[in-house]
């Protein structure tokens, strides 16, 4: 770990060019050379934080780094060491309370860490060694060593592809837990290798382990009869990375090459580090003003006890001991300080994080118990797997959100297509004639349509041009062929109006994209049926029931810059076909320009509609055209330098001067309620972006129909493409492309109005900003470093100023970058990642709040959570709800705790001018422990799990309130210093109301003075009732627990004295000094009535502020719908019984 972090600092991941030679099978090469075995790390995966050694410490450290734990440490020792006014317990048994809590907490989710690590570790793989095939754990496994995998198994470690049991040398695998793809992507094994591994003898020169999921490059040297060893070399295509599946292949022998943490997949695991929310570092900050107060105080009475003593003589009944007259001077200042620091300490909320801890636990249960959240289709709701982050989800600036399976639900349906300018819409009965819609009956009359020679190549292309595979079932062949004989002929255009359900129930369609699943299965509406590959040789059924047969010679793969792929095919005749598909953008230029204009219209409106097009078009070659490509690509694909390049030209060259058939058009489904969803949350002032490891078209479609880019949008492109154009190099393209792109988006742009995002202020100027994976690269990762820094300022810039942002083609690793540079951008946004596979772990780790969908890609996401969700719509919910209200909940309560223990401590720092600076205390000590425990604690904890300002129906309806709350507006200084102005005011009339009062010491009716022990009890009983009664004006939402917990609090205050004073056992004698001072209180009608004043005098300006207080602001009208009704106060709810998002307790 310490050597990946160390060559990420000095950039060793992006610019090592040392390689690593291993071993296959541990056999020296040549075999008459000595056999030295290389170093390399085991398989094991590490994944925990604590061992069982080092727990106590490092989690010891880790909490008493906070601010909070560490001065209540030192004040715990400070109590026991000097002798001061209180008991050690009243600062040690809060602490050691919330210490062990987070620590078994923290303990419990690393245990379950070490248990996955141990399941990972543990598990049975085969292992080739000498012709024996021998069942190892997963981390023995050793670089070199040959590892059999069968179907449906998970590759333990990054292998290289040598054996396959398909006759073809190909396997199949799916990547979701790495990319969050769940196509099956074709791999292929090194050519010409002995059958029997045993015999093989070849060693493997690659690169060093890099996080980079799309790149590989190696070569492999087979030795033979001392004869030149055979080069062959390696790619993408023949690496397995661990965490993949193998599908549709029986089994497959690999070598490994990564183990362990230096697999692809573990430099792309983003470690999991403690989070820390925004109200908790306010919190820090108003703890550091409050132990500014602190000190100030004990100064203060520290500097001020010895001025009075100067001038005072020690009284008679207090003189000194000759021990205390020998102690130093300055050691006694420094005592008396200390104890003073104890006396005040009250001030510092001890109980305040106790409080916080259970509002967070306890308020966690309302995600987990919401109905809405509940989905039938899996059976599961909600799941809190991180309590500490509630009120984050209140905060939320910045969305990052995975494209498959999170915003759709990676099922592709074939809508349409077009031949020749004419539209072809299953089940419909309209059609589009170059523009004009017309209506000639069912589409399958095609008389007034394009050729039937036309209609049954640009068929033909959709069956051949493809890289789909079919998983064969037990059902024959020809019975599959007799069930789609009985399909319906009408004019010789054979359609399934039930979409060929019978056949697809017994065979599977697998391939590395779905579209093109979809647009075979669309050919089959039309009477054209893709029956396989076997040996080379494509089989296609047609309509007249006949089966074509065509030889597959190549397949021209699709790349991000060319935006293609074809096939060249050869027929029975002879004749050498290429069908060619891609985006519309790639493919005009390649084609014949005269039949680019009947197709582009239906293009451009299939792609306003959100839909994702590609166009088709064919070319005949002839035999030297034919023999002259063969040759290029053969040569290309042995190329072991600039392989990439070369096979670029040649795709160039052979697609060109083709023949535009038509165009289709496929459907990626949106998760339920995916556009509204987007739509509110960029209402309440969120900026969304879209991070994927698909491609650019399938994800800028996605972006459309989610509604993120609209049809006025801007898009400004940052691509491979768009860098390749101009003829220059990258990096100069880059920096003018960065550049102009700022001009448009941030210096050009109009500026934006206070608290209105841009997509609500500049209609018509809206831009979306689109960026791929290599692009990325160049930005975050320049040649120099001022560019590099420059580069990422501009591109963040660019960033902020669109409604939207479009990363594609990103590795899981790239998408944690890009959270990790806007989450530490100029005023620290806070991010929230959402996502459903394995490949979002590391963004949902790297973001402040991270997501996961209980989607079809595993529980990967779900596990490394903060919290996780059935659906991408309850993510509406959850933070415009659940978040608003918890962030203003706690709030109001870290608030109210420094006021009320303000109110509490400054009566007790005026005493001290009335009392010599003795450290006397003015209230009890069984009144100093039971205040913040006992007496004010649940009114609060009832208040911050109950309370809802405003209902949650107008919350969900109204996304713009969101924005009241956002960059933390409750928490600010203002406020606080509102809170603290108050808490001062109250102090001030708590104590010399009462010294009004005392003013005149013959309080009883028997002329009996009351003592100092009475002006406290009076002082602290007007503060019991005044911070309980103002959190009782602050309560919007009246349930029956508010009720029992504020008045039953302070019953149990006026209770609690009583009995305390009654008390004369003998364990208590030493402390009691309320003997009957309440009661006797309570006797005078004098103390009676101060009481009830000071309390209406204390609250008077927070009544008056309340009724007098005209609502103001853009949502003054939605005042009276705000307001929950108090009839539903005997359920303890969320929200009212009426709404449909309640839910309750009695459940």
């Known amino acids: 770990m310490l050597r990946r972090r160390l060559n990420r600092l000095f950039g060793g991941d992006e610019g090592r060019v040392h390689s690593r030679t291993i071993y296959v099978g541990h056999k020296s090469c040549p075999p008459n050379e000595a056999y030295i075995p290389p170093k390399f790390c085991d398989n094991r995966i590490v994944s925990s934080k604590y061992t069982v050694w080092n727990f106590l410490p490092k989690n010891l450290f880790e909490q008493f780094r906070r601010i909070a734990n560490f001065y209540f440490l030192i004040i715990f020792l400070v109590q026991v060491i000097v002798d001061t006014p209180t008991s050690p317990v009243t600062s040690g048994l ?27 570790n543990e598990y049975r793989v085969s292992v080739l060694e000498d012709g024996r095939r021998i069942r190892k754990m997963s981390a023995k496994i050793k670089v070199g060593d040959i590892v059999e995998v069968e179907e449906d198994e998970t590759f333990p470690c990054d292998l290289i592809l040598l054996q396959s049991s398909r006759d073809d040398g190909t396997c199949f695998v799916t990547t979701a837990s790495l990319d969050g793809e769940s196509n099956h992507k074709t791999h292929y094994t090194v050519a010409d290798l002995e059958s029997d591994l045993q015999y093989l003898s070849s060693t493997i020169e690659c690169e060093q382990p890099q996080p980079d999921l799309y790149k590989f490059v190696g070569r492999m040297h087979i030795y033979r009869n001392s004869q030149e060893p055979d080069v062959r070399s390696l790619g993408p295509e023949n690496l397995l990375l661990k965490g993949a599946n193998l599908k549709n292949t029986q089994k497959i022998c690999g070598v490994a090459v990564y183990t362990g943490m230096e697999t692809k997949m573990a430099l792309n695991y983003q470690g999991k580090s403690q989070k820390r929310s925004a109200v908790e570092k306010s919190i820090n900050a108003f703890l550091l003003v409050y132990l500014f107060i602190l000190v100030s105080k004990a100064l203060v009475c520290t500097t001020l006890k010895y001025v009075w003593q100067g001038k005072h003589d020690e009284p008679w009944y207090n ?23 104890v006396l005040f300490n009250f001030i510092i909320p001890v109980s305040m994080y106790v409080t916080v801890e259970m509002q967070k636990f306890l308020g966690s249960f309302f995600i987990a118990w919401d109905k809405d959240f509940f989905d039938p289709e899996i059976q ?14 209140g905060q939320v600036e910045y969305i990052f959100t995975d494209k498959t399976g999170t915003l759709t639900q990676n099922n592709m349906e074939f809508i349409e297509c077009c031949i020749d300018g004419f539209q072809y819409k299953h089940g419909d009965g309209s059609s589009e004639l170059d523009g004009f819609c017309v209506t000639d009956g069912p589409v399958n009359k095609i008389q007034q349509k394009a050729g039937r020679e036309r209609e049954e190549l640009f068929l033909r292309a959709l069956c051949l041009c493809h890289t789909v595979q079919i998983k064969e079932s037990t059902m024959h062949r020809q019975d599959q062929i007799d069930q789609i004989d009985q399909i319906d002929q009408v004019d010789g255009l054979g359609v399934d109006h039930e979409f060929l359900h019978p056949p697809q129930k017994e065979t599977g369609f697998i391939a590395s994209s779905p579209d ?150 496929v459907e990626d489904q949106l998760q339920d309620e995916a556009a509204q969803t987007m739509e509110a949350l960029q209402g309440a002032g969120m900026k969304v972006w879209v991070l994927t490891g698909d491609k650019m078209e399938t994800a800028k479609s996605t972006c459309y ?62 831009y979306g900003f689109i960026i791929d994976g290599a692009s990325l690269s160049m930005v975050l990762s320049s040649s120099s470093e001022p560019n590099s820094r420059r580069y990422k300022n501009l591109f963040l810039q660019i960033c902020q100023n669109c409604t939207a942002v479009l990363c594609c083609r990103m590795a899981p690793l790239q998408k944690a970058q890009i959270v990790k540079l806007v989450k530490n951008s100029k005023g620290n946004p806070i991010t929230l990642s959402v996502g459903d596979g394995a490949n979002d772990v590391s963004m949902i780790l790297e973001a402040h709040v991270g997501i996961g969908i ?41 608030q109210y705790f420094f006021y009320k223990n303000l109110c509490f401590i400054l009566p007790q720092f005026l005493y001290q001018f009335f009392c010599g600076y003795s450290q006397q205390p003015l209230y009890d000590a069984a009144y100093l422990t039971m205040y913040n425990i006992c007496f004010t604690s649940m009114p609060i904890l009832a208040y911050s799990l109950l309370e809802q300002h405003i209902c949650i129906e107008v919350l969900l309806e109204h996304s713009t309130l969101y924005r009241d709350i956002a960059k933390n507006a409750m928490l600010r200084w203002k406020l606080f210093l509102y809170w603290t102005a108050l808490g001062i005011f109250h102090g001030l009339v708590f104590f010399f109301g009462v010294r009004f009062l005392f003013s005149n010491p013959a309080l009883q009716d028997n002329g009996q003075v009351f003592g100092n022990w009475s002006y406290g009890t009076i002082v602290f009983t007007v503060l019991v009732f ?122």
Not at 875 to 884: E, I, M, N, R, S
Not at 1128 to 1137: G, K, V
């Open 705 to 766: 129909a989610c509604g993120l880019f609209k049809k006025n949008t801007e898009l400004l492109e940052l691509t491979l493409r768009t860098l390749e154009d101009g003829g220059r190099s990258r990096e100069e393209r880059l920096h003018d492309l960065l550049l102009e792109y700022h001009k448009k988006a941030v210096q050009d742009a109009p500026p934006v109005k206070l608290g209105i995002t841009r997509s609500w202020s500049v209609a018509g100027h809206d």
């Open 1026 to 1147: 005044t911070v309980t009664l103002k959190l009782a004006l602050d309560t919007r939402h009246w349930t029956w627990i508010n009720h029992f917990v504020i008045w039953g609090s302070l019953a149990f205050y006026v209770f609690f004295s009583f009995f305390w004073g009654g008390i004369i056992c003998r364990p208590f004698l030493k402390h009691q000094r309320l003997y009957f001072v309440f009661a006797n209180m309570l006797s005078s009608v004098s103390a009676w009535l101060v009481i009830i004043l000071l309390i209406l005098l204390s609250l008077l300006p927070e009544i008056l502020l309340v009724v007098l207080r005209k609502p103001r602001g853009p949502h003054a009208r939605q005042m009276k719908h705000r307001l929950p009704s108090s009839g539903t106060s005997t359920i303890f709810m969320l929200s009212q019984t009426a709404s449909t998002h309640s839910f309750s307790w009695s459940d």
């Open 380 to 393: 599961e709701g909600a799941l809190v797997n991180t309590s500490d982050l509630n009120e984050e989800l």
């Open 94 to 120: 809060p602490l050691f309370f919330v210490i062990t809590v987070t620590a078994v907490k923290q303990g419990y989710e690393d245990w379950l860490r070490h248990k996955a690590d141990r399941e990972v």
């Open 854 to 894: 209980k989607g079809k890609e595993g529980r990967q996401a779900v596990k490394n959570s903060d919290y996780a969700i059935p659906k991408l719509k309850h993510l509406k919910k959850l933070l415009l709800a659940h978040g608003h209200l918890y962030y203003v909940r706690i709030a109001h309560l870290v």
């Open 319 to 341: 003189e000194k001991t000759q021990k205390e007259k020998d102690t130093n001077q300055y050691l006694k200042m420094f005592t008396d300080f200390l104890s003073f620091m």
């Open 516 to 665: 093109e699943i979809a647009l075979v299965k669309g050919a089959m509406r039309y009477g054209f049926t893709f029956l396989g590959l076997e040996s080379k040789n494509m089989k296609i059924l047609n309509r007249n029931k006949d089966v074509e047969t065509y030889e597959l010679l190549h397949v021209l793969n699709f790349d991000p810059v060319r935006r293609r792929m074809s096939v060249m095919v050869r027929s029975k005749t002879g004749d050498i076909l290429l069908f060619c598909k891609g985006a519309d953008s790639s493919m005009f230029p390649q084609v014949r320009q005269e039949e680019v204009e009947r197709i582009r219209m239906h293009v451009e409106r299939n792609a306003t509609e959100g839909y994702r097009t590609l166009c088709v078009a064919y070319k005949h070659l002839n035999a030297q055209e034919y023999a002259r490509a063969d040759a290029d690509l053969r040569e290309a694909r042995l190329a072991l330098q600039d392989r990439e390049e070369k096979l670029m030209a040649v795709y160039n060259r052979v697609e060109t001067d083709m023949i535009l058939i038509g165009a289709t058009a």
